[in-house]
């Protein structure tokens, strides 16, 4: 029989949907005949797949194992752990392509697919020909499948730990927020120098402690309380499937991801000098001043994980960052996300930093004044168009934007953004000013172009929390 997806569950870079309303095994099997089909197609044989801690993932990953392997291929089970040990998987293995079952940061009761296809992202219009193909043939069974279980976690823990370059030892707490880190996480703390504390390492699909996401300052609480409890150097967190991640530093102080990208590109370019950095739309402009300076090329680039990682490739960038914590290696790495290797990368940086801490190169790094990241409801059916309402009159106006991912404004107060945000019926928006006054006129600009498009009573708050 075909299938069909319910219409909300296709998304710009992974399958998203919520378990018992919008997502089911079903949707799992036909997900697994119509990416075999893929893979197939190109001449291939062999999947990975891997699964978070999710209490609906273990059922979702048994019905896409079995369609897969009905369907012809060699299928790699990973077993559970975070998103990026399936893409260390998938590129140690060679694998034709690669599956992960996981709802990333979204609530308990969500789940969904990401996707590798040949070494490279599957995301747009590779997921919408996805449900093209469902919808229009049921897949078909081949001989020759085979089912292998492939656990990998112990050599990517030694992966990991390979890049871990270290000076003085250092208090370290971990917050694994009870997602698929959680093993990982707990190896890594027993093999590195220093003392390392843990918390909420076990993995837990409810996610009992907080919710997974590292970007939202109330997910972070725990942490900032325990690193000032125990007088730690810093603390990490990260989100539901472990490609994200957040720092705090010994003050509790939050470093954004732009600002975590910022340190990071100080310590590369001294190995790789003149090496280009991406950073996304959303990223301070003392990000890309920054990068410059120090002779690096900064390059701004679309917002989300599969754009950059194909940015990347395009590029040869060897350092690129998401003000959402995704983080990205290439220069003696794979090229994708992966925040245990960040944290190993960041914390090793921070050893070999002498006579100075983290809070002090946080007090060191360019001030401006910005807003976080403003997320705006927005129906699915009017908020790319909102976008478009908006780059008319500005486009009209002669203004001075960049156009790459929605609108990147500048005047003379400095930028704003708005975007249409590809996962949530959300519109993403940020302001950023030399001054209070400046960022003030910023917001009043953005809330009278969001209020001429139907949009009104939008809060701004003037400041990103310190």
Request: net charge negative.
């Amino acid at each position: 029989m075909t299938h069909h997806f319910h219409p909300s569950v296709l998304r710009e870079y992974d399958i998203r949907g919520i378990i018992g309303e919008t997502l089911s095994a079903a949707d799992a099997k036909a997900i697994g005949q119509a990416f075999a089909g893929q893979i197939i197609g190109n001449g291939g044989h062999r999947v990975c797949v891997g699964c978070d801690g999710r209490l609906s993932s273990p059922e979702l990953e048994d019905s896409l194992v079995g369609s897969l392997a009905a369907s012809g291929l060699t299928v790699h089970r990973i077993g559970m752990g975070p998103t990026p040990m399936l893409y260390y998987a998938a590129h140690t293995l060679q694998a034709d392509g690669a599956i992960m079952v996981t709802g990333s940061h979204n609530p308990a009761n969500h789940n969904g697919f990401k996707m590798v296809l040949g070494g490279k992202p599957f995301f747009g219009e590779q997921i919408r020909e996805l449900g093209r193909l469902a919808a229009r043939e049921s897949g078909r069974s081949r001989s020759g499948g085979l089912v292998v279980d492939s656990p990998v976690m112990e050599e990517y823990v030694a992966r990991l730990l390979a890049d871990y370059h270290g000076g003085k030892p250092l208090t370290v707490v971990w917050d694994t927020g009870n997602g698929a880190a959680g093993e990982v996480v707990t190896r890594l703390c027993a093999a590195l120098p220093g003392t390392h504390l843990l918390l909420n390492a076990d993995i837990d699909g409810t996610f009992p402690a907080h919710h997974p996401d590292p970007t939202e300052p109330e997910n972070l609480v725990q942490l900032i309380d325990a690193v000032r409890r125990h007088r730690a150097d810093l603390g990490v967190a990260f989100d539901g499937d472990g490609d994200r991640i957040g720092v705090v530093d010994s003050k509790g102080r939050i470093l954004w991801g732009d600002q975590i990208l910022m340190l990071l590109a100080e310590d590369m370019l001294e190995t790789q000098p003149g090496a280009i950095v991406l950073a996304d739309v959303k990223s301070s402009q003392a990000l890309f001043d920054h990068v410059a300076a120090l002779g690096g090329r900064p390059m701004m680039c679309a917002t989300g994980h599969s754009l950059v990682k194909t940015r990347m490739a395009e590029t040869g960038a060897k350092l690129a960052g998401e003000m959402s914590g995704h983080l990205f290696f290439a220069d003696s790495y794979y090229g994708y996300d992966d925040a245990l290797y960040a944290a190993i990368r960041f914390i090793g940086m921070v050893a070999r930093w002498q006579g100075v801490s983290l809070a002090e190169r946080y007090d060191r790094l360019p001030r401006l004044c910005n807003t976080p990241e403003l997320r705006i409801p927005c129906p699915e059916t009017r908020k790319f168009a909102v976008v478009a309402e908006v780059k008319a009159r500005l486009k009209a106006a002669d203004a001075l934007m960049v156009d790459l991912d929605g609108v990147r404004v500048s005047t003379e107060d400095g930028w704003w953004l708005l975007r249409a945000s590809n996962t949530q019926a959300i519109l993403v928006a940020r302001c950023e000013s030399a001054t209070d006054q400046g960022l003030e006129r910023l917001c009043r600009t953005l809330s009278e172009q969001l209020a001429a498009s139907g949009l009104t009573d939008q809060p701004f708050p003037l400041k990103r929390p310190d």
